[in-house]
């Protein structure tokens, strides 16, 4: 058995965890346009083939005046926000679960009172600005939510692919930390310790605990060889814990 339900999925955006404040996520859309009906001469519009139309909500939400909450993170709509929908199956989600994400563009804020507590409606135009060459909004989580003190050595997860060299996204939420830290993605051909590698490109680069919530999906080069196995790591600098959230989209 592997379904999910509601109470499993969790709602990242950029670093910030608002599962807590949202009731539902909407549709997670992720659709081709067809070849459109034109003549020779005619002018085409509105489609772009190859490339889909990616997009997610809308979300519905209970209004709060948390710091770190949903006010604080999605109260400027009109600007760009990576947004990530983790799916459970049975149960909070592990590695090896699937989820969406796209960078998104946040349409609205509105509000109505109602029903003895004040509800938000959130909607996301499609997006995708800088990830033209990637059109796959789904991938496998490789971290879910925690906090880490340490770099890990434990073995991956099994992607299912024996080997691609088509390149990916490597998404992140960084929730918290006390000091800089580096997250990253790792593969190897072997589940093992010591087949591990770096992902090339797979990195959040340093992120001071001052920038905090922080989130982001990185493209990787398009001929970027990935592995069978998967798994997490982090370089900590500074930082002796930090919560965060990882995943990869493979092409």
Known sequence: MTRTNTK???????????????????????????VPDACITDEVKNVLLGQPSISLGPLNAVLDGDAAGLFAALKDPGVFRYATVALGQLAAPVAGDPFFSWYLAQKDFSHVEGGGFVSVNL???AGGAGFSTYGKPWGLNIHPKGAETAVNTAIGIDSGIVSSALGGIFVYHLFSSNGTITLKAQDAATNSD?????I???????????????GAMVALG??????????????????TTATFWLGLIRA
């Open 200 to 214: 090339t490109g797979a990195t959040s680069g340093v992120i001071d605990a001052s920038a905090t919530p922080a």
């Open 8 to 34: 499993h999925i969790r709602i990242y955006v950029n670093g910030y965890d608002l599962s807590g404040y949202i009731r539902d996520a909407g549709t997670l859309s992720w659709l081709y346009d067809a």
């Open 123 to 125: 909607t996301f135009d």
């Open 194 to 198: 010591a087949s591990f590698a770096d």
């Open 222 to 239: 398009v001929t970027q060889t990935i592995r069978r196995y998967l798994r997490w790591n982090l370089t900590p600098g500074t930082a």
